[in-house]
């Protein structure tokens, strides 16, 4: 599973940017256009709207999250990582990965 942290710049973006035109945003245009798993993505949303950037149901940023969106537009991300398949098979076991940079308590997102 990929980190919420890990997906967060790239949401805050997308969305910052959608808003500026004034485009509403679905979840499957963010999946698409993202190119991310959905389980991966409702998570990076929950977590931010947890930390109040977002309204979740609306897919539409508070003034913080499009203050942060617009703040990342100017920065150069690096891809989003691809992530290997959500299941391995290793000698007739399922064996899940786990993530390895859970989600602390601080901000999801680095300045």
Known sequence: MMSPRV???YVLRYLAAAQR???PVTLQNLIDDLQVRRVDLRAALSAMAQQGLLDVLTLRLSLEGFAIGTALRSR???A?????PAR???SGETV????????????IVAA
Not at 80 to 84: H, T, V
Not at 96 to 107: K, N
Request: glycine share 6%; charged share 30%; hydrophobic share 25%.
């Open 88 to 90: 391995e098979e290793t």
């Open 80 to 84: 989003i990582p691809r992530q290997a």
């Open 7 to 9: 997906l967060a710049p």
């Open 96 to 107: 899940l990965p786990s993530d390895p940079t859970p989600l602390r308590s601080g901000r």
């Open 76 to 78: 150069k991300l690096p």
């Open 21 to 23: 035109r004034g485009r």
